[in-house]
């Protein structure tokens, strides 16, 4: 028997909701295990259950669960110390067990308080061009794993105090290096300060020692993906659990507004493979039913939206700055979709926070306002109507370079939305164990060729595993 795979990802800029859909997807099909295989520690996958909300960054979504199981694979940055502490949350909330329920591939780098130092720095010395930032240091251990594999520090390196105390120094001498540089071309009061204030937090010799602390706690835990693989394609049910979302990555996204790692569920294929083959697996694509950002980058629909907010998780921090909501983007969701190989199904998340309105929109082309109007048909679906200039949809070009991709990203800064289509709302989305009409109708437009074309499978009504309406059967 071959295990039934789930993947799941993120249709827009992260934050769609791809934890809950995990949790409840594990607890409909008795799902073994998740397995998380991009991304790193600045995850924020929500889940509320049994009156518990726990924000999930290194542990699967379905942790809380009895039983389920995580695995990191070798796809995944890891940052102990953030991994501890989220165990001591699990803990407090009654998941005293979490540590022995997950496994960690030796080949997973490591992002350390370092890389966080250098990607602080860079980000505060662009001033008011900042591209935007978890300010964990992910994007920095990602560009290392790439540029300088060999000399960086990956789990399989805490086996060997030796080895371990030897790469800690070089990593520390090298990124002071960097933060040197950094220093040279920018003197900001702020690039300053968080150097320094990152010399005074973090040693070598601390650095060494919690590194030490969390390989004996996580004593048994390093395994690779092979020998999980193979345990795993026996079970019935396996979970992956993406991060991010499509428009984020690096190759597909709109630079200079994107993550250093990839994103497509396509990353997951080799995973698949090793799980019972890529016809086992189920790819769903989560999107809420209103669009949000984190923080800076192209976002044509955003608007204020008052209403979205109450019961927001995701909150203005330092570093991503506000969480900004607008309607329905049509044009970056189709192109999200084709871009990420056209998912099988969808799940569309957050029906309930347009309860009580009177109605919802989905943008169906932009106005562009912009100088380059002879450079746009390499880009985008485009016409002229009434004077102005229409954009209807992103073209998906393979073989974009990043010179393109920011003429592409100043061209959609320079778009406002033009034309909406509006439909009802409702009372309430979710009518005991149906949807109201009115959501209904929203649901068959997104199946439809005039949608997104591809099914709904399932439609959140709330942030409970229970609130997940399973719709067809996958």
Excluded at 106 to 132: D, F
Excluded at 153 to 164: E, G, M, P
Excluded at 183 to 195: A, G, R
């Amino acid at each position: 028997m071959t295990a039934r795979v789930y993947n799941i990802f993120g249709l827009s800029y992260g934050d769609e909701g791809k934890g809950t859909t995990v949790e409840s997807l594990v607890k409909k099909y008795d799902a073994t295990a998740v397995i998380r295989y991009n991304g790193g520690p600045q995850a924020a996958h929500h889940v509320v259950e049994n009156g518990h909300f726990h924000c999930f960054s290194q542990f699967g979504s379905g942790t809380l669960v009895p039983g389920v199981k995580t695995h990191l694979t070798e796809g995944m940055l890891v940052k102990p110390s953030n991994l501890l502490i989220e165990a001591e949350q699990l803990q407090r909330i009654g998941v005293s067990d979490a540590l022995s329920r997950i496994t960690i591939s030796p080949n997973c780098y490591i992002v350390t308080p370092w890389h966080a130092m250098i990607g602080q720095m860079l980000e505060a010395a662009r001033g008011s061009l900042k591209h935007g930032s978890v300010g964990m240091g992910v994007g920095q251990a990602s560009f290392d794993r790439t540029e300088q594999p060999d000399s960086s520090l990956t789990i399989r390196d805490l086996s060997s105090s030796s080895a371990l105390w030897t790469k800690i120094q070089e990593h520390y001498r090298q990124k002071l290096a960097v933060a040197q540089v950094i220093l040279e071309t920018s003197q900001s009061e702020e690039v300053i300060s968080i150097f320094q204030t990152f010399l005074r937090g973090t040693s070598p010799v601390k650095l060494f020692r919690e590194y030490l602390e969390f390989a004996g706690a996580l004593n048994g835990a390093f395994q690779s993906d092979e020998i999980i693989f193979d345990r795993l394609a026996k079970d019935k049910t396996i979970v992956l659990e993406g991060a991010q979302g499509v428009l984020l990555d690096p190759i597909i996204g709109f630079t200079p507004y994107v993550t250093k790692t990839r994103v497509l569920p396509s990353t997951a294929n080799k995973i698949i493979e090793s799980l019972g083959g890529l016809d086992s697996v189920v790819n769903i694509g989560v999107t809420r039913c209103f669009a949000t950002r984190h923080g800076a980058g192209p976002f044509v629909t955003s608007e204020n939206l008052p209403h979205l907010e109450a019961g927001e998780h995701n909150q203005q921090n330092r570093w991503q700055d506000s969480f900004r909501y607008g309607y329905f983007d049509l044009i970056t969701s189709r192109y999200s979709v084709k871009s990420s190989g056209e998912p099988v199904f969808l799940s569309v998340t957050c029906l309930d926070r347009f309860d009580g309105q009177n109605n919802l929109k989905v943008c169906r082309s932009y106005e562009y306002c912009g100088e380059e109007k002879d450079k746009l048909n390499h880009y985008f679906s485009c016409c002229v109507s009434n004077g102005r200039v229409e954009i209807t949809g992103i073209k998906h070009l393979p073989g974009i370079t990043q010179k393109q991709s920011e003429e592409r990203t100043k061209m959609l800064l320079e778009c406002k939305p033009l034309d909406f289509q509006e439909f009802e709302g409702w009372p309430q989305a979710r009518q005991k164990n149906t949807l109201h009409p009115n959501a209904k109708a929203f649901l068959k437009f997104l199946e439809s060729d005039k949608g997104l074309g591809i099914p709904v499978a399932i439609a959140s009504v709330g942030n409970k595993s229970d609130d997940k309406l399973h719709l067809l059967d996958t």
